[in-house]
């Protein structure tokens, strides 16, 4: 049988640039959000065995590593939210002009990192006054 | 080799006319995870590391437990359908597909359950 000449997928032959990045990342921080939810499921469940229970939650939270899982899941919800929010506009069938695009894009990626510090910062204002 | 013609093969499986349900419940549960979300966000920001005592007196409120509930379950369900979206794009192999989308969907149930009696639990006061 002759072998015809079948389309490639997109990644096969496209150029990498920074549409296909945020979108990849998209896809990247909704599999790591799904992560943050056990983290989510964590603390409540703490808070509901008890005091002492949720102190040692508490200092399980604080060791570097998990400090570290802490800020990922942040940093994914952000910009999760962010390129959501572009997402639903494209799929309204707005924004798809080159330029549009690719303001929205930096706005969104910027706007998630801005967010990240602001409640990173506001997450660990009052340590030390709990548990 | 079939003698059956490509068109012959596809007359009667037609679509079952749901191909776009879950694309469409993927942005329902996306709008309502972006007002969720800003919700969680901001009362975590507010929470800081608050002590148990202010943790469950926060959850008791019902301003609190209702868009929890819903956050966990709506949550599970939008990270459920995008998981999925994955899994069927990068898993080949029939059965370790079926068996990774299982174990998915186990694990999420189970979390959301968990979250969900989690909360009840503060809310109704039978949490220690």
Redesign the interface.
Known sequence: MAQRERPLSPFMHYRWQYTNTLSILH?IT??L??GG??L??YW??A?????ER??AA?TCLATPLMQFVMAGALFA??YH?MM??R??AF?LGIGFELETARWTGWAAAGAAIA?TC??WI??????G??? | MSLRSPLGKALGHGSAKSGSAHWYAQ?VT??A??LL??WF?AS???L??????Q??AW?RSPATYVP?VLL?AV??YH?AI??RV?VEDYVGAKGLRAAVLLVINF??VG??V??V???L??ALGV??
């Open positions: 896809r909704g599999v959000l799904s939810f056990f989510l499921v409540l469940a808070a509901a065995a008890g005091p949720y102190a508490l919800f952000c939210l959501g929010l997402h639903l799929d967010l602001v409640l506001a997450l660990h204002a009052s340590l006054g709990g548990a | 942005r996306a709008v995870l972006v979300g800003l966000a975590l920001a507010c800081g590391s608050a002590s148990h005592e943790v469950t959850l929890a966990l949550g599970a990270s995008g998981l994955v694990a999420l979390a959301a968990t979250g009696l989690a909360v639990r503060i949490a220690p």
